[in-house]
Nanobody, 124 residues
Framework: QVQLVESGGGLVQAGGSLRLSCAAS????????MGWFRQAPGKEREFVAA????????YYTDSVKGRFTISRDNAKNTVYLQMNSLKPEDTAVYYC?????????????????WGQGTQVTVSS
């Protein structure tokens, strides 16, 4: 298992930017596909972005394409989510997740390790 700790959340005005970080410890970070999910009040947890073990391939939900960028630094055991042009509908708790499989998945059930979450609030 890998332990995950998110940081970088906060309050930002619409149109602003935030960069989330997720630091991993435990088993070899580079053996995990990594993902970001979010959950708004009263809604189910939804997929935001994912990145493969090597960092070569990335995946995004349609609502964040062109605004969010997922990246990773395997030397630092860290995955990032750069969020630009933020909208009030991006307000949610953002979770980092790890998947120990050779197959990429973008569903929450496909990820076995989760962080505690970091709050992102976008004001209009």
């Amino acid at each position: 298992q890998v332990q995950l700790v998110e940081s970088g959340g906060g309050l930002v005005q619409a149109g602003g930017s935030l960069r989330l970080s997720c630091a991993a410890s435990g088993r070899a970070f580079s053996s995990y596909h990594m993902g970001w999910f979010r959950q708004a009040p009263g809604k189910e947890r939804e997929f935001v972005a994912a990145i493969t073990r090597s960092g070569i391939n990335t995946y995004y939900t349609d609502s964040v394409k062109g605004r969010f960028t997922i990246s990773r630094d395997n030397a630092k055991n860290t995955v990032y989510l750069q969020m630009n042009s933020l909208k009030p509908e991006d307000t949610a708790v953002y979770y980092c997740a790890a998947r120990a499989s050779i197959v990429v998945d973008t569903t929450a059930t496909g990820f076995g390790s989760w962080g505690q979450g970091t709050q992102v609030t976008v004001s209009s």
